[in-house]
């Protein structure tokens, strides 16, 4: 596949295997069940495929995770990041200085995001890029002399990163039960889950329902005390959670009746997943901050931010006086240099029309016909997302039991036939690298439905169906 050598470092898969599980704590992991198992190693990339220790060529449906939306092992990028390093390796951006990928990195930025949004503030990464979101609209909210409005309200089942404020945010239980979650005035309502909220409604009217529960909560708290609402314009971690089309426009009109900032959680939807530049673009709304990383650099160097809308912009720069927040590596050189390149390619190769008019089609049709399958309750995609749901029963849309962890049982099937898809709960989800040719679609949703077939196999095997 590619030129690097030796990627094993003249280890076996046994020895590294066991050096990662004495010395690796794994994000989001069981170490104790993962040391059992032994974790994958994977050693190549190339394009949509990567390639682990033991020679096995697996389609990445997940684009590393989320992120490598222009392949791997691209050249331009690689370059990008040695010519900027042999310029200027790091400089810091703190006192009163900055660097040319940086300065020209929020021009671009800038550029493609909604016309109302101009300035850009660096992480490196979504956590603290929404940390940051929790401290700009508090901050923003003392400056405009209503230091009481100092509550954001998110979703159940909402992912936006680890952080202690990150964590907070997001809308999962099992994260708040560790660490004492979540941090004082933020609050979650229900996500607009068609599938398992929606009942005999249609998907615009339930759009409507989910958006009146912000309502609810802004008023039962009081719109004085509500300082943002943040969302992802498709949840991504919750399992591709794609809501009806009425849902965001009615979210945005509630925020602007109470005068309740709107916080757009891109990290997964920026840069071009649904076909848009940003998810917001895809659902008609305009908010006043949007958090973006992963995709930014296609993965290749941490970044992240957040990208201000003049409204909160220009009260931060006119009023504002110094915000005392920021990180070491903001605006790194390196990253910027790689995130303006991502740019160019995503402009040069036209890769977004691509997937708006082309792609995202092809796809929609080749997964939606999985539906036709025993065990798939229903198949959703928008862009280069798509979930499905595994039930036990299609008619009655019964879940199978929770400790029969079907989706990793089906997620093992889909490594070994050859594809990555992630499991969450029962919904299986991929957001495949946006450069994919139709006939690779074609490959990947074959082996989605080879993994499937096994799954039933396994199930039937079992008593389960
Ligand atoms: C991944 C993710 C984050 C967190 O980003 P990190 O870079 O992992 O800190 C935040 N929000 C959303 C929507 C994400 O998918």
Redesign the pocket.
């Known amino acids: 596949m590619t030129e690097a050598r030796n990627p094993m470092a003249g280890l076996t898969t046994a020895a590294v295997q066991a050096q990662d599980s004495a010395h690796y704590l794994h994000p989001f992991t069981d170490t104790k069940a993962l040391a059992e198992t032994g974790s994958r190693i994977i050693v190549r990339g190339e394009g949509i495929y990567i390639e682990d220790s033991e020679g096995h060529r697996i389609i990445d449906g997940m684009s590393g995770?989320?992120n490598v939306n222009l392949g791997h092992g691209r050249r331009e990028l690689a370059d990008a990041a040695f010519k900027q390093t042999m310029q200027l390796s790091f400089y810091n951006s703190f006192f009163q200085t900055s660097n040319v990928p940086a300065a020209q990195l929020a021009s671009e930025i800038a550029g493609v995001a909604p016309s109302h949004m101009s300035r850009v503030f660096y992480t490196n990464?979504?956590?603290?890029?929404?940390d940051t979101v929790v401290r700009m609209v508090r901050r923003y909210w003392d400056l405009m002399g209503q230091p009481q409005r100092k509550i954001l309200i998110s979703r159940h089942n909402a992912?936006?990163?680890?952080t202690m404020a990150?964590a907070s945010l997001s809308g999962m239980s099992s994260m708040h039960e560790q660490g004492g979650l979540p941090i004082p005035d933020i609050t979650h309502i229900q996500q607009p889950y068609f599938y398992e909220l929606g009942q005999d409604m249609t998907p615009e009217a339930f759009g409507l329902k989910a958006a009146g529960w912000l309502e609810e909560k802004i008023l039962e708290l009081g719109a004085d005390r509500v300082a943002a609402f943040i969302g992802?314009p498709v949840q991504?971690?919750g399992g591709v959670i794609i809501p009806p089309s009425t849902y965001w426009p009615e979210i945005q009109r509630i925020c602007r009746k109470y005068g309740v900032l709107l916080v757009s959680?891109e990290?997964?939807c920026g840069f071009g997943r649904l076909g848009t530049w940003f998810g917001c673009q895809h659902f008609g709304v305009q908010p006043d901050l949007i958090?973006f990383?992963?995709a930014v650099t296609s993965g290749y160097f941490?970044l992240?931010g957040v990208i201000v809308g003049d409204k909160v912009g220009d009260v931060l720069v006119e009023k504002g006086g110094d915000f005392n927040h920021g990180f070491t590596n903001a605006g790194h050189p390196v990253g910027c240099a790689v995130a303006l390149e991502t740019i160019r390619l995503l402009k040069e190769e036209h890769v977004i029309e691509y997937v708006h008019d082309t792609l995202a089609l092809h796809l929609a049709s080749r997964f939606n016909a999985l539906a036709d399958h025993p065990l798939v309750g229903v198949t959703e995609t928008l862009g280069m997302v798509a979930g499905l749901v595994l039930v036990k029963d299609k008619a009655t849309r019964k879940h199978f039991d929770e400790s029969l962890s079907v989706g990793m049982i089906c997620r093992k099937h889909c490594f070994a036939s050859g594809v990555v898809m992630r499991a969450v709960g029962d919904r299986m989800i991929i957001a495949p690298p946006l450069v994919m040719s139709l006939a690779q679609v074609d490959e990947m949703v074959a082996l989605i439905r080879k993994s499937l077939d096994l799954t039933y196999a396994e199930l039937q095997a079992g008593g389960h169906v």
């Open positions: 995770l989320w990464s979504g956590s603290e890029g929404n992912y936006h990163g680890s990150g992802e991504g971690a959680d990290v997964i958090t990383a992963k941490p992240g």
